[in-house]
């Protein structure tokens, strides 16, 4: 009844994906979660029953499939949502199946949807559950690899990733909102570190495409470009760096004079 | 998950100088007397509703050493009176435990069989717990934690139907080795659920020693299982006390919240929780202030402070701080090899005390810390240089690494990209700038807020005008 | 195992935009709330929001999820605002820690916007999900036979229809109405409805097969209702044997409670009583009714007091039926005359004369200071036997009394021979006479009638009072301004809340004697109650006032209103009494003397111990008294010591006066009434003598020599 329902929704889900036809995958998905839930294997009701494996299986691959639509249509709630039931699918049936597949792909792409939303604390807490087998498989260490880059300052290494397409499609779709933003970081580095660029070296390194792009780009910044140089505003025009600030010391001072005479 | 030694607990209550003479006059009586010496003072304490039992403590903690479960199982028929429930229970598994040991009966227990019928037994409550705790104690001491665990759920069934406030010290006791037992025997994650019941309980009934310690085993429980996004929500939204009762449990809370914020990148306040964790603990408490201090060198080095030297020279600790130490080499020297090095040798170490994730992002401080001395040492060097130096693959990489790590003020330097090198600023008088300015602010505010916690932290003594009576009477 | 490992996922699934798996995921969201409540706790915001959504299906649902998250986080309102949106689903009956707790919560706000509504009338509105919740609360009580708990409920809310339902359901009727009875006197601190709800326990009384009419007597005698009393005493003269001796026995009780006026109407009432039903010339029912009434106090008399004797019987008429002469009776025992007689009888003099003879011998003669002591001593010994061999015998002595003194000796004579009419009679005529006294503005004179004023009126809280204040504003004279202000707080005696307005008024004077009227206000007012408004006023003047005499009098007063749990007393006033200000520690001993007063507790009198020993006079002056008033009637074991040092002060030379006025007071006070009396404050039936009380304060005036 219900299982057969939900295995012919689920057969129906796989098909529209592999055609990408996001939007059939969001109404059947939407049909099948809704009979999921009535299964009663499920946690956290966790009762046992005969057709018990068969439920769970079939929920999580719904759910893996549910992911992998979300970050196609590049929903952040509905990747937000999907990953969430996810994680807390596979901890909770870890004793119940055997290992899905994709359980590593999906981790991959979890760890990297946070990093691409800039959320390093969460990531780092969610890498903490993540055994160190784990972290070895190429999946999970790629993105591990990215993250380091990312702190380093590699940002060529990361573009170059990005553009070298690697893994999958979803991969891909995720690093494309990377781009930008390594683009900035790249940007401000440039900024402080350097007095002046020539342009070439300035579009190669931001990885854009034409020196139109780049022009553009320094216009936005308000970098003067000159004979074809970029020039950055250098800070080490602070020559004089001014003792403490007065009003600053005057507070710190009346605030020790406080302090001392306060009784607690 | 590094264990943290059983000793601090039993050392951490600080045995105060008349009670080292105590203990003296303790090695001198037999486990016995001492055990009914303790069942004395317990209920003097309940007569007078104390609700600290500081005094029944510290003689347990200097006893502890010499139980035996012979000892117990006859202390246990005598004391307790025979309508107590649990008494069959407590002298079953005393002599279960006393079954595997050769019971050695010295002649000072021989004597003190006469003390034996002179002690009346007892059915307070409180001793009844207290037998408990003890049982609990050494069936710990001696490695039987399946036993412990079984008792231990025992005991908390019948602290369940009790609801007294001079209960409470012995309690919050007895949750910790509960929750010991079962980390022991590798269940830990059963006993969440009793756990957060306990600690709504204790905070409906105001018990801020249980309200404290449950807390502390609830948060140990989460990052035992690396779930720190629970333990940081449950953390902040736990309803605690804003000043903790108890020393200890504060010194325990401040490592698992400085635990908490390491992971979470936040390293300045890491730092400074594990930091004021390290100095509370008291001086016995050797084995917690190791743990404390291998995450604080972590936090330091990512923090880009490079411990000294001298830190890890200390006494007792060198020791199994010395993983970490060579870690800090590594740093100092800015080398990637060496640091990869180090961190292959002890990675079962890192592993076992959780901090591998902690040492995989120092790859990072490394490279900034070398390109710091190079910065230092060249005035002007070409990156292909760099990038030999540091180990790095490509000079492409170094460019933008170099770049970056001068954005974030690592570095005081200026790239040219033409010539591919990197010139260094000068360095600039540290005087005429702010920065002493701060340096003494911070010491000075830390030094305020020292004297201040000192100051809260006296309490008027409450018997004092009768102390005087009674010193004036005698 | 927990059945999930964390909720995140749950929660998820609520920004979900389908219906179902909403439900689902609050469904699942209730069964683990107790485990992840600090997880869902971040998310709250989208299950409340499900509780408003008018459409939602499963509001009740919502409801309950958010209220246990809330009962986690500590905030117990929002979780009963919550349950009680839950409806069905919040069962009152299931015993979790969570389901108790809300309902104690919810109790204590019904409390709160009960007292709000009835006692600050306001209009608060009141949930009516909140009474139903108490109601079934009140149901389960009686269902289970918990018929005090069920009082205890009703009195605190203020429903006395409750109250009545749950007496005439009760199975044991009578004690039922017993223990509200007490919880009335003793719990209830509003005063209008602690009347209220005594009217409704004596008609429930009444309505009881067998009444209790002792009982029914007191709360009427607190109901200040005489023809009621009247009423019960003439049915029960005109019943059987039984009935009557219990009649006298009541008679006897109302005595003990010593409300004078009361007592004269009840007289009054019952003369009429009988003319109505006998038709005949009453007895002289009326000079015995009016003033006549005895007591025991030590306190000097006021010069314009009436003498009162106590009048022999008029020849009863032959025709007159028993029931005349029942009612003469009743008529002695209520006019204190039969009690008296019966405690003289009862007293034998063991006061030892050795005593004042060796104090006399010890003191010098001509200082007034001690002589008057002494004769403090003798009056308080022989009070009430009629004694007064030692005076007469030292006549001459006595006359080289000067001035104050003189008036002391006779008052001692007074107190001797029992007298002191006049208190509490309400008597307005007298009133007028001693105002016209007061007027006349002598200084001492002017005193005495401040303070006779002020007994005359006790209890009362006339308007009178503003006269008498405002009077004080007016004169100069420091004396008649202290003598009016206490006279004051005798008026105010009881009254507590009643006093409030006076004892603001008072308190801000700038006069630093009208400020120490009001402490005494304060203590009057509230004696008794220990109602920690007044505990809180009365330490915050301790501390915080710039007079010694009104931080020393507001200390004191603290014994006043702590008198009724005495164990408390010593611990409240432990730290002033090592205050470095003498006359804070002053105010100390004495409090501590006065509210343990014929306890012996141990406390009290360590307490006392150092202060026996303190540098300043005074101290040890108040430190010894109030001892005294401690230890009376204790075994003479542990007062052997403390009368060898009273002995040792007395006799040595060079021990200040102050303290050995003290030591020679206590002297008198440990013998008090040839040994055979004690301090008592209360009745037999727990209710404050009044005249006790108030002879407490006015002693303590002795200060003003």
């Known amino acids: 009844m219900a299982l057969q329902e939900s295995a012919a929704l689920l057969a129906k889900l796989k098909d529209a994906y592999s055609k990408n036809d996001l939007k059939t995958c969001s109404s059947v998905l939407d049909q099948l979660k809704v009979k999921l839930i009535q299964f009663p294997s499920l946690p956290p009701v966790n009762q046992p029953s005969p057709t018990a494996q068969q439920e769970l299986t079939l929920t999580r691959e719904a759910l893996e499939h549910a992911c992998c639509v979300s970050i196609k249509q590049q929903d952040e709630a509905a990747m937000e949502r999907a990953f969430v039931q996810l994680k807390v699918f596979y901890e909770d049936t870890r004793s119940k199946l055997p290992p899905s597949p994709q359980e590593t792909t999906l981790q991959g792409l979890n760890l990297l949807r946070l990093l691409v939303q800039n959320r390093v604390a969460e990531f780092h807490t969610e890498l903490e559950l993540i055994t160190p087998e784990t972290q070895a498989l190429p999946e999970v260490a790629h993105v591990l690899q990215m993250e380091r880059w990312l702190m380093e300052g590699a940002y060529n290494k990361v573009l170059a990733s990005s553009q070298s397409g690697t893994a999958t499609d979803l991969h891909a779709q995720l690093m494309s909102q990377l781009a930008t933003t390594v683009r900035d970081e790249i940007a401000s580095c440039c900024e402080k570190a350097y007095t002046q660029l020539k342009l070439a070296d300035a579009q190669r390194m931001m990885m854009f495409d034409n020196e139109k792009a780049i022009l553009a780009y320094a216009a936005e910044h308000n970098w003067p470009v000159q004979g074809g140089r970029i020039f950055f505003q250098v800070e080490g025009k602070a020559g004089k760096v001014e003792g403490p600030p007065p009003l600053a010391l005057i507070n710190n001072a009346l605030m020790y004079a406080k302090e001392l005479e306060r009784i607690v | 998950m590094v264990a943290e030694k059983m000793d601090t607990d039993k050392q951490a209550d600080g045995p105060a100088p008349e009670t080292e003479a105590k203990a003296g006059q303790a090695r001198q009586m037999s486990p016995l007397e001492a055990l009914f010496g303790l069942v004395n003072v317990l209920e003097t304490s309940v007569k007078l509703k104390e609700t600290k039992m500081g005094r029944v403590m510290r003689i347990c903690a200097s006893t502890r050493s010499q139980l035996s479960p012979e000892t117990l199982r006859a202390f246990f028929s005598t004391v307790l009176a025979d309508d107590v429930e649990s008494k069959g229970f407590l002298t079953a598994h005393a002599e279960q435990a006393s079954a595997g040991q050769v019971a050695a009966m010295d002649t000072s227990e021989a004597s003190s069989s006469g003390k034996a019928e002179s002690q009346k037994p007892t059915n307070t409550p409180e001793v009844e717990i207290m037998c408990f705790m003890l049982l609990l104690m050494n069936l710990l001491d001696n490695k039987k934690a399946q036993q412990a665990k079984e008792v231990s759920i025992k005991a908390l069934q019948r602290l369940s139907t009790l609801n007294r406030r001079t209960l409470d010290t012995i309690a919050a006791r007895i949750y910790f080795y509960y929750a010991w037992s079962h980390e022991q025997t590798g269940q830990l994650a059963d006993v969440r659920s009793t756990l957060l019941a306990l600690h709504r309980t204790t905070t409906l009934r105001h018990d801020s020693i249980g309200q404290e310690t449950l807390l502390n085993l609830l948060l140990r429980n989460y990052l035992h299982y690396g779930l720190y996004d629970q333990a940081e929500k449950f953390r902040s939204k736990a309803q605690k006390e804003d000043v903790f009762r108890s020393h200890q449990q504060y010194c325990r809370y401040l490592y698992y919240l400085g635990r908490i914020r390491a992971i979470q990148l936040e390293y300045s306040e890491a730092r400074d929780c594990l930091q004021q964790a390290s100095r509370k603990a008291p001086t016995s408490a050797l084995g917690f202030r190791v743990t404390a201090d291998k995450w604080l060198t972590l936090v330091r080095l990512l923090l880009g402070e490079v411990p000294e030297r001298a830190e890890f020279a200390v006494p007792g600790l060198s020791q199994p701080l010395q993983p970490y130490y060579e870690v800090t080499q590594a740093v100092r020297r800015g080398n990637l090899d060496a640091f990869a090095q180090v961190a292959a040798k002890y990675d079962a170490v890192f592993r076992a005390d959780a901090t591998r994730n902690l040492v995989t992002r120092l790859h990072q401080n490394v490279l900034r810390t070398g390109l710091k001395r190079i910065s230092m040492a060249y005035s002007r060097i070409s990156l292909a240089d760099v990038a030999a130096k540091l180990a790095l693959p490509s000079v492409e990489d170094t460019e933008c690494i170099v770049a970056k790590a001068i954005r974030d003020g690592g570095v005081d330097a200026v790239l040219d990209h033409d010539t591919g090198a990197m010139a260094s600023k000068e360095t600039q008088d540290v005087y005429v700038s702010s920065e002493p300015a701060e340096a003494f602010h911070a010491r000075v505010a830390f030094c305020l807020d020292l004297h201040n916690e000192a100051i809260k932290a006296m309490r008027y003594e409450v018997c004092c005008s009768r102390m005087r009576a009674s010193r004036r009477r005698q | ?705």
């Open chain 3, 1 to 705: 195992m927990a059945a999930v490992s964390s909720a995140s996922g749950l929660l998820s699934l609520l920004s979900e935009p389908s219906d179902t798996l909403r439900s689902y995921a609050l469904q699942n969201l209730d069964r683990v709330v107790h485990e992840f409540w600090f997880q869902i706790s971040a998310s709250i915001a989208s299950v409340e929001a499900l509780y408003e959504d008018e459409e939602f299906g499963q509001r009740e649902l919502a409801a309950i999820v958010a209220s246990k998250v809330f009962y986690h986080l500590g905030e117990l309102d929002d979780a009963l605002a919550y349950a009680l949106g839950a409806g069905k689903l919040f069962d009152v009956n299931e015993q979790s820690e969570y389901v108790q707790t809300l309902i104690a919560r919810c109790l204590d706000q019904y409390f709160e916007l009960r007292l709000k509504q009835v006692e600050a009338k306001q209009d608060v509105q009141i949930d009516p999900r909140l009474v139903s919740i108490v109601e079934r609360m009140l149901e389960r009580c009686c269902v289970h036979g918990q018929f005090e708990q069920a009082v205890g409920v009703a009195l605190e809310a203020r429903r006395l229809d409750k109250l009545e339902e749950i007496i005439q359901r009760s199975t044991d009727g009578l004690r039922t109405l017993k223990y509200a009875l007490r919880c009335c006197q003793g719990l209830i601190i509003n005063r209008d409805f602690r009347q209220q709800v005594l009217r409704l326990l004596i008609r429930l009384y009444e309505a009881s097969r067998s009444p209790d009419y002792v009982d029914i007597c007191q709360c009427l005698m607190f109901l200040d209702d005489a023809p009621e009393v009247a009423k019960i005493l003439h049915s029960l003269l005109t019943g059987t044997e039984d009935d009557e001796l219990l009649a006298y026995q009541t008679c006897f009780d109302l005595v003990e409670n010593e409300m004078q006026s009361f007592l004269t109407k009840v007289g009054q009432k019952c003369r009429q009583n009988l003319i109505q039903t006998q038709g005949s010339p009453a007895a002289p029912a009326a000079e015995e009714g009016g003033g006549a009434a005895a007591m025991d106090t030590d306190a000097p008399a006021p010069a314009s007091s009436e003498p009162a004797q106590p009048q022999a019987d008029a020849p009863v008429p032959e025709h007159v039926a028993r029931h005349a002469s029942k009612l003469s009776k009743v008529k002695n025992i209520l006019s204190g005359q039969t009690p008296i007689g019966m405690h003289l009888d009862f007293l034998h003099n063991h006061a030892d004369l050795q005593i004042l003879k060796n104090i006399k011998g010890a003191i010098d003669s001509r200082n007034s200071v001690a002589h008057s002591a002494t004769v403090f001593a003798n009056a308080i010994m022989h009070s009430g036997t009629t004694v007064d061999m030692f005076l007469r015998e030292n006549m001459d002595w006595l006359s080289r009394a000067t001035n104050w003194a003189k008036f002391s000796a006779t008052a001692g004579l007074g107190v001797i021979h029992r007298w002191l009419a006049g208190l509490g009679t309400n008597d307005d005529e007298m009133f007028e006479d001693v105002k016209n006294i007061l007027y006349t503005d002598s200084a001492v004179a002017g005193e005495a009638a401040g303070i006779s004023m002020g007994l005359i009126m006790a209890g009362t809280a006339t308007d009178k009072a503003t006269e008498m204040l405002a009077y004080a504003h007016d004169t100069q004279h420091e004396k008649i301004i202290r003598g009016i202000v206490l006279g004051l707080a005798l008026v105010m005696y009881g009254r507590e809340e009643g006093a409030e307005t006076l004892v603001e008024q008072m308190s801000r004077d700038q006069d630093p004697i009208i400020r120490y009227g009001a402490m005494y206000v304060l203590g009057m007012a509230y004696r008794g109650t220990s109602n920690n408004g007044a505990v809180q006023k009365l330490l915050h003047f301790a501390v915080s006032d710039v007079s010694d005499d009104v931080r020393r009098a507001a200390v004191l007063c603290l014994g006043f209103v702590l008198m009724n749990a005495p164990q408390q007393c010593p611990r409240i006033v432990a730290l002033l009494s090592e205050s470095f200000n003498p006359h804070v520690r002053y105010g100390a001993a004495m409090a501590v003397g006065m509210a343990c007063a014929g306890t012996g507790l141990k406390d009290a009198v360590a307490l006392l111990e150092p202060l026996l020993l303190d540098g300043v006079d005074f101290v040890r002056q108040g430190a010894y008294i109030a001892t005294a008033l401690v230890m009376v009637q204790q075994p003479e074991v542990r007062l052997a010591s403390f009368r060898k040092r009273l002995d040792k002060s007395i006799g040595n030379k060079h021990e200040e006066i102050m303290a050995k006025l003290g030591a020679i007071m206590a002297a008198g006070i440990l013998d008090a009434g040839g040994r055979n009396v004690g301090i008592g404050l209360r009745s037999r039936s727990g209710f404050f003598r009044r005249t006790s009380v108030i002879g407490l304060a006015v002693f303590t005036q002795y200060w003003c020599v």
